[in-house]
């Protein structure tokens, strides 16, 4: 069960960092053209904050999965500004 609220805190986290990280400049007529680095960084933090906190409660889940999609989203921010 624990589990089950792992995957869901997961995609609900990692839907709205896609969603509010897209990259909205370039593309044709303006329209998106790719999610940015930022943004796949805080996604694949988001799912592995909370999976490392799988065993807590869905606070705990939800603790994690923030604080992942932070250092992953700041972390690949850092790395796409320093190529």
Known sequence: MKFAKT????????SAL???????????????N???NTAKGAAAGAAAGALIKSGSDSKGIARGALGGAALGGAGAYILNNNR
């Not at 896609?18 to 998106?32: A, F, I, Q, R």
């Open 18 to 32: 896609v969603m509010g990280g897209c990259n909205s400049t370039g593309g044709y007529n303006g329209y998106n």
């Open 34 to 36: 790719g999610l940015s």
């Open 7 to 14: 995957i869901v805190m997961t995609a609900i986290t990692a």
